[in-house]
C-alpha cells in the first residue's frame, strides 16, 4: 500500500509561486507515473500534471502549461510542482496521485488547500 504525504500549500497572491512537495512511502512494486490533480469547489478532480519516473516525460494541462514544473526529487519516490504566476483559477486542494504495479494501482494523497487571492 502506497502511503503518500503532500505538503507547500497555502494563501498567496495572484502572480506569486508555491512549490508543493510529494513523498511516496510503503511501495512494494515500482512507481511508474507521479501525478499533480487538483479540485476545487463544486468541480471534477483535473489532471494538472504528470511525469513518468523511468524517462523523466512531463505532461501538462493546457491551463498551466508554462507556468507549472513537475519534476522528480533526487530521493526516490519523491515529487515537486512548482508553480508560478498563479491565478486565482488556480485556487483548489491539490492532490499527489500514483501509479504503480504490474496491475497499475492508484493511490492519492490527502491533498494539500492552495488559494490565490486576487
Known amino acids: 500500500q502506497v502511503q503518500l504525504v503532500e505538503s507547500g500549500g497555502g494563501l498567496v497572491q495572484s502572480g506569486g509561486s508555491l512549490r508543493l512537495s510529494c513523498a511516496a512511502s510503503g511501495a512494494i512494486e515500482p512507481i511508474y507515473v507521479m501525478a499533480w490533480y487538483r479540485q476545487a469547489p463544486g468541480e471534477r478532480r483535473e489532471l494538472v500534471a504528470s511525469i513518468a519516473t523511468d524517462d523523466n516525460n512531463e505532461n501538462y494541462a493546457d491551463s498551466v502549461r508554462g507556468r507549472f514544473r513537475i519534476a522528480l526529487g533526487r530521493a526516490k519516490n519523491t515529487m515537486y510542482l512548482q508553480m508560478d504566476a498563479l491565478k486565482p483559477e488556480d485556487t483548489a486542494v491539490y492532490y499527489c496521485?500514483?501509479?504503480?504495479?504490474?496491475?497499475?494501482?492508484?493511490?492519492w494523497g490527502q491533498g494539500t488547500q492552495v488559494t490565490v487571492s486576487s
Open positions: 496521485n500514483t501509479v504503480s504495479g504490474a496491475a497499475l494501482k492508484l493511490a
